[in-house]
């Protein structure tokens, strides 16, 4: 069963990215607006890991800097999600294909 929010370490450690990186992107990105509760701690959704995932696409697959994620994210979010999903199969297909190479060797 999968969770409705995620903490801020919770959410770095699935990304393996500092807890201030994720601050970072929230005042540079408008599209990632965790919740946060009185005590002001914020809580991730579905949604926020989703945009943190495009960022982290953008940033880090496709090399561009934090002015041009929030361009493309702005401009063509659709297209970007569906082009971070791609890159993710793609992976589990290099993982699953790396593994079957070993099996036969």
């Known amino acids: 069963m999968e969770k409705l929010y995620y903490s801020i370490s919770e959410v770095a450690e699935m990304f393996n990215i500092n807890q201030s990186n994720l601050r970072y992107w929230e005042k540079e990105f ?8 009185k005590g002001n701690t914020r809580f991730y959704t579905k949604e926020d890991i989703q945009v943190i995932k495009n960022i982290i696409h953008l940033v880090e697959d496709k090399k561009l800097t934090l002015d041009g994620a ?3 994210l ?5 297209s970007v999600e569906k082009q971070q ?3 993710e199969r793609l992976k589990l297909i290099r993982l699953e294909l790396t593994s079957i190479l070993k ?3």
Do not use: G, H
């Open 30 to 37: 408008k599209q990632l607006k965790p919740k946060r509760n």
């Open 74 to 78: 702005s401009q063509k979010k659709e």
């Open 70 to 72: 929030k361009q493309q």
């Open 85 to 87: 999903e791609l890159v």
């Open 103 to 105: 099996e036969i060797e």
